[in-house]
Structure formats: C-alpha cells, structure tokens
Nanobody, 126 residues
Framework: VQLQASGGGLVQPGGSLRLSCAAS????????IGWFRQAPGKEREGVSC????????LYADSVQGRFTISRDNAKNTVYLQMNNLKPEDTAVYYC????????????????????WGQGTQVTVSS
C-alpha cells in the first residue's frame, strides 16, 4: 500500500493549488481517503475526506467553500483543489487511507486512518 502526495508549492494569498494523492497497491475507490495538514508547532488537522460508497465529502470549517476533494478512479488518484488560499493554509499536507474497505464510514479523525503518504509542502505567502 502506497500513497504519494504531490502538487504543493509556494503560492500568493488568493491563489490556487491542486494536490494529488496517487494510490498503489490497492483499489482507491474501495476506501475513504482523507487529506490532513500539519503546520509547524501545531497539531495535525483533518482537512477533507471523500467516502468509499457514494463519494460523499466532508470539509473542515476552515476550508469549507474554498477546497474541493474529488477522485479519479481510472487514475487511482484523489485530488484536493485549493482555491483562495490564505497564509494560515501553510502546512505540510498528507493524504491517508481509511482503516477499512467498504465501511461506508468516513471522517476527519486521524486515528481512523491507517495508511499515510509522505507530505507535500504548501506555503502561502506574498
């Protein structure tokens, strides 16, 4: 099982980035997939999640209306489109796989995710 996050970078406030989470070793749409972030000196925060069953989505209040999670099953990839970025979005972003296959459950609690990719740095600064 591998998850490879990419797409981070330096962007000005108000700008956009699209993060990708490429999965290998398992079938992506059998699992809920989440995005998390961790800023220096802060605890890890759940950002968004997409379910395994009907692609329902969930967002943290801090990103609601600005971020969009989606998946491309043919490419075994989950995306996080981030618009109107703010300096407080600066963090290392991680994607992770939910603990079970076809559970119908999903959320933003890190302990529920058992496989994690390496992070990709997002820096929002002028």
């Amino acid at each position: 099982v591998q998850l490879q996050a990419s797409g981070g970078g330096l962007v000005q406030p108000g700008g956009s980035l699209r993060l990708s989470c490429a999965a290998s070793g398992f079938t992506l749409d059998h699992y809920a997939i989440g995005w998390f972030r961790q800023a220096p000196g802060k605890e890890r925060e759940g950002v968004s999640c997409i379910s395994d069953s009907d692609d329902s989505t969930l967002y943290a209040d801090s990103v609601q209306g600005r971020f969009t999670i989606s998946r491309d099953n043919a490419k075994n990839t989950v995306y996080l489109q981030m618009n109107n970025l703010k300096p407080e979005d600066t963090a290392v972003y991680y994607c992770a796989r939910y603990r079970g296959e076809y559970t119908g459950s999903y959320g933003l609690i890190g302990a529920d995710f058992t496989s994690w990719g390496q992070g990709t740095q997002v820096t929002v600064s002028s």
